[in-house]
């Protein structure tokens, strides 16, 4: 009998735990015959049992009322490798689970947080119970990895056994928001690349997918009071970046380069998304970063334009006005379309790197700043914003903007985002932050010093700009410093891709993995259970299942072989 625990309190392994280890990997027939599970992120407390429960053509699976779709989810995803049937049947709470799968919701003895599960594999029984649905799915997600990589594939594996060793996990995240975003302005990607995202972020439990839908190279997002937006904001004349034209398909009819989504798209993905238990939050930029929806209304800009959604032509980010009150109408009229397609509670307006040189230049400007006692460009940013959070606020929802929202005095209800610091004194202060850091967070940096051996990544050469997965796997969200009262005020963390230089998904799954793997780790799992060699073990696997699902990743050293 082989127990390996691995548990929240425990700083380092124990000798006994070292020494199974030792053990398996001179046994190493013995190791791949029972199969050391490779959960990632790792589970707050998980043991080891000998045996397994083996998938058969028979294996039901056992649901409550409440619990019918994520078995069907469970079922789905099983079907397609295996070729069996997974029928699904009503719980009779009076016989006992054998040779099947029982999921339920609640009854989780220690009560267990909004997203925790208890999961016990027995050689005849699978036992997986959720505080609720949201934590039923995310045991799901544990025991889809339990199974060997092949599983996730959509083809039939015949012959294959189909093993899942028997293991006790008591779970639940460190963080309630384990983010991912995906910049579709710079480079567009269908619906079902964001789709591919979204499952890929539900199988390792991130939970939060900020969509960055409006930046300076496209306005990506239908809204039907403003039809140019998407007719003229969402495409360029070609991909722009130096970039070679052949390296992305998105490409419009007519040749132009970009794309949007239409309104029924978002409906459409925001379900997908929370079919995943998994939460979107829109982005769209302002003040600045806007060059694409003055491409399409110049009049809401200082000057009146002209502006250009190319990237190379084009000077400056683009500004809206902040003196005339037609810009925030509009702003707002957009947000309304926005609240009816996003139902969650953050509304993110991005807030980062204002230009302010043509408020200085701009009467209306420096009349709205006399008007309204502001001593300068950056007080009339936080009036900008703070104008914008009540309105946002009025509707019910929550701002939230990249840490230069700071600038001038924050909003007062407003979440911020750390790129570029603020965090630490903003949930000092009693706001929520979400940690984002350049240095830990930024996917679109390089994950080797060989840039020679990689596609193209953002920045130059040097540490700043090097960020492999141990960097992001060591990376602590909460910050030095803060007081531990105000801990709480840290919401999670999140890995940020930006797609300048990413014209392709298969580059952009390549920029993401295995780095937001050690980010779901971070988010997840308890802080003190990080162990950058055991995640290296149950990474190889992982990469497996990458390769079974056609997913493209930064090939990584396996484990015991550096
Ligand atoms: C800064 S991060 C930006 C993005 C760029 C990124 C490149 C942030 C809030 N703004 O617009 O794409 O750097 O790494």
Redo the contacts with the bound molecule.
């Keep these: 009998m082989k127990t390996i625990l691995y548990n929240n309190k425990m700083k380092y392994p124990s000798p006994i735990l070292l020494g199974i280890l030792g053990l398996c990997a001179a046994l190493n027939a013995f190791a791949a015959e029972t199969n050391l599970p490779a959960i990632i992120p790792l589970p707050a407390r998980i043991e080891a049992r000998a045996g397994a429960f083996r998938l058969r053509p028979g294996t039901r699976i056992v649901v409550d009322s409440a619990s019918r779709e994520t078995g069907e989810f469970l079922a789905q995803r099983l079907r397609q490798a295996t070729g069996y049937k997974f029928p699904i049947r009503a719980s009779d709470q009076t016989q006992p689970v054998k040779r099947a799968i029982l999921l339920a919701a609640g009854g989780l003895p220690s009560g267990g947080g909004a997203e925790a599960y208890q999961l016990t594999v027995a050689p005849d029984s699978i036992v997986l119970r959720g505080s609720n649905q949201t934590g039923l799915f995310w045991g799901v997600q544990s025991l889809l990895q339990l199974l060997p990589p092949e599983a996730l594939a959509d083809k039939p594996a015949k012959g294959k056994d189909w093993n899942i060793p028997c293991v006790q996990i008591e779970d639940q995240p460190r963080f309630a928001w384990r983010g991912f975003m995906l ?1 579709v302005s ?1 480079h567009f990607f269908t619906k079902e690349e964001v789709k591919q995202f979204l499952d890929l972020m539900a199988l390792y439990k991130l939970n939060t997918f900020h969509w960055h839908l409006v ?1 300076s190279d496209g306005w990506r997002i239908e809204i039907k009071k403003y039809p140019r937006l998407t007719e003229i904001g969402a495409w360029r004349s070609d991909i722009g970046y130096k970039l070679d034209p052949k390296s992305s398909t998105a490409y419009g009819a007519d040749g132009r380069y970009g794309g949007f989504y239409t309104q029924a798209d978002i409906r459409e993905v925001v379900a997908y998304a929370q079919a995943r238990h998994v939460t979107i939050v829109p982005e769209i930029e302002m003040p600045g ?1 806007s060059r694409a929806a003055l491409s399409a209304y110049p009049e809401f800009s200082c000057t009146g334009g002209p502006y250009s959604t190319d990237p190379d032509k084009s000077s400056g980010l683009g500004v809206y006005c902040a003196g005339k009150d037609e810009s925030f109408e509009f702003l707002q009229n957009v947000l309304t379309e926005v609240f009816d397609l996003f139902p969650g509670k953050y509304i993110h307006i ?1 807030g ?2 204002v230009n302010k040189d043509s408020w200085k230049k701009c009467d209306r400007c420096q009349a709205r700043m006399k008007a309204e006692g502001l001593k300068n460009e950056e007080e009339l940013q936080s009036y900008f914003i703070r104008r914008m959070e009540k309105f946002i606020n009025a509707h019910g929802r929550t701002l939230i903007g ?2 230069e929202i700071r600038q001038g005095g924050l909003a007062e209800s407003a979440v911020v985002m750390d ?1 570029i610091g603020g965090g630490l004194e903003s949930a000092g202060d009693g706001h929520d932050v979400v940690m984002s850091p ?1 240095q830990f967070c ?1 996917l ?2 390089w994950q080797s010093t060989n840039h020679a051996a990689e596609p193209r990544a ?2 130059k050469s040097g540490p700043k700009w090097n960020l492999p997965w141990p960097k992001v796997y060591a990376y602590e969200p909460v910050p030095a410093g803060l007081d531990p009262r105000l801990q709480s005020h840290i919401l999670g963390a999140q890995g ?1 891709l ?1 797609t ?1 230089l990413v014209a392709s998904m298969s580059h952009a799954e390549y920029m993401a993995f295995p780095r937001l793997c050690a980010l779901s780790e971070v988010t997840w799992s308890p802080q003190a259970s990080r162990d950058e060699a055991d995640f290296r073990r149950r990474l190889d696997p992982q990469l497996r299942r990458f390769d079974c699902l056609g997913v493209n990743y930064h090939k990584v050293a396996s484990a015991g072989s550096e």
Excluded: I, K, L, P
Aim: charged share 40%; glycine share 10%.
């Design positions: 910049d710079r930046d970063h991005g980062d790197e990249w840490s790129w350049e930024y679109d940096h953002f920045g940020n930006w300048e």
